[in-house]
């Protein structure tokens, strides 16, 4: 057996890609358990963080799809022994993607209200979420920067450095969180909601620091940014337009499922909060196997070994299934203090409790789906991946969504329509997976 497909290889890319995958929601969660423990109306402030991070995951995903374009190309490239011919491609793409995100912080910062209002936002949650927004956007820039270097690293086979970027920043997190939140007696005065988002700012610039750091220190790929553009660059430029439009897709899901949980009252929308944010925090934990996908795929495509390709989806799906169990096995010893970790608002935690077995009975259709989305990421077949998604949203989870709100579900309804969702994306990659490299596998 090839040692690049072998479960010691597998979880070599895996565990650190794991952990590096969950520093964002940890950033999430980290404000959203912190607020949802302060004193002063602690139910309008955990709905704030969780309308705030709705959106700003939607950016982020829009964006921050650079990883996945930029590892795929690479590592397609590191299989093929060619990496000379893309070592500029990445600061290309690191220009390309902060100069938008500079664009959007432009376009969106004086119509922050407005935005917020789309979420059914209102009163005091409005108020809060306007204020927790026009803090931590500014630290979209250097998330995006850290998401690209990260998919540099993942493309060259390695995903420790990642690693211990997210480890730092998610640590630092947590401590500002408390010290900026709460404030210190004598030193620093409780900032509240604004706290979370300037720990979150100081967390991303931190992390973009090490990014940026240990990409010219540990390997040949520089930063400084040459012409003339790199021939894939428009190979480049397809791929996130396809993911683009995914994403797209994507965040209408998010969008509506937000906007009816708001709609339902403060406890409802918080409660969706909570779930929701552990709902990412699931995903970015089977992302780590998704990741390996991703980097393993796209290497083996380059090297055009169809049959280890396959042996590596059949490896990835029972261990994706494994993974899923078992966080939703960890979910289930848990159940109440996870709940009380955000919040000790009684209605909030109720609302919770009813709907959080739902999110951890997902757990490992969830590892199917993303699972796939990685290896056909690291395929570079964003088209298939564009369709799918945009099928998946229009045609099932929407008039799923509709039809749960006409009878009354209320988060019931939002997370039974995110779990057919869910299957309507994985398994037909999985079909569609098999059809197109089994019979090359044979002749391979």
């Known amino acids: 057996m090839n040692t690049s497909i072998s479960l010691r290889h597998i979880n070599k890319l895996a565990i650190p890609a794991l952990i590096a995958g969950i520093s964002e929601p ?25 309308i705030v991070t709705t959106f700003l995951s939607m950016l982020i995903w829009i964006l921050g799809q650079t990883r996945s374009a930029i590892s795929s190309i690479i590592s397609q490239h590191v299989g093929a022994n060619k990496l000379d011919q893309v070592k500029d491609l990445p600061a290309q793409a690191i220009l390309l993607i902060t100069s938008l995100s500079l664009v959007i912080i ?14 059914n936002a209102s009163g005091l949650i409005l108020d809060y979420s306007i204020e927790y927004y026009k803090i931590r956007v500014f630290g979209f820039p250097f998330t995006l920067f850290v998401i690209a270097v990260f998919g540099t690293f993942r493309g060259l086979q390695n995903t420790y450095y990642p690693m211990v970027i997210a480890i730092i920043g998610a640590f630092l997190n947590v401590i500002l969180d408390f010290m900026l939140v709460y404030g210190i007696n004598g030193f620093i005065q409780p900032m509240h909601i604004k706290g979370a988002a300037y720990a979150s700012i100081i967390a991303q610039i931190i992390m973009a620091i090490l990014s940026g750091y240990l990409l010219l220190t540990k390997t040949n790929i520089p930063l400084r940014v040459k012409f003339p553009l790199n ?17 797209l897709a994507l965040n209408i899901t998010l969008y509506f499922a937000t906007k009816y949980a708001t709609g339902y009252g403060k406890n409802y929308i918080a409660a969706y909060t909570i779930a929701i944010n552990l709902w990412f925090l699931g995903a970015f934990i089977i992302d780590g196997y998704a990741s390996a996908g991703n980097i393993l795929s796209g290497k083996l495509y380059g090297q055009k070994n169809y049959k280890e390709l396959l042996e590596l989806s059949k490896k990835l799906i029972k261990y994706g299934i494994y993974l899923g169990s078992l966080v939703a096995l960890i979910g289930a010893v848990f159940y109440y203090p996870i709940g009380r970790l955000f919040t000790k608002e009684p209605e909030v935690l109720k609302t ?10 997902m757990q490992p259709i969830c590892a199917l789906a993303f699972i796939f989305d990685g290896m056909f990421k690291g395929l570079g077949k964003m088209k298939d991946l564009r369709n799918l998604l945009l099928l998946s949203t229009f045609f099932v989870f929407l008039p799923v969504l509709f039809i749960a709100d006409y009878y009354n579900l209320k ?12 299957i309507a994306r994985g398994f037909p990659l999985i079909i569609k997976f098999r059809k197109q490299f089994l019979p090359l596998a044979q002749n391979n």
């Open 26 to 50: 940890i950033l999430s969660l980290t404000d959203a358990a912190v607020v949802g423990n302060v004193q002063l109306n602690p139910t309008e402030s955990l709905a704030a963080i969780g």
């Open 231 to 247: 021939k894939q660059i428009s190979n480049f430029a397809i791929m996130i337009l396809n993911l683009f439009v995914r994403t």
């Open 106 to 119: 432009a376009t969106t910062y004086p119509f922050t209200s407005q935005i917020f209002k789309l979420y």
């Open 352 to 361: 919770f409790y009813s709907v959080f077995w739902m999110v951890l009975a």
């Open 411 to 422: 988060l019931h309804g939002i997370f039974i329509a995110f779990t057919l969702w869910i």
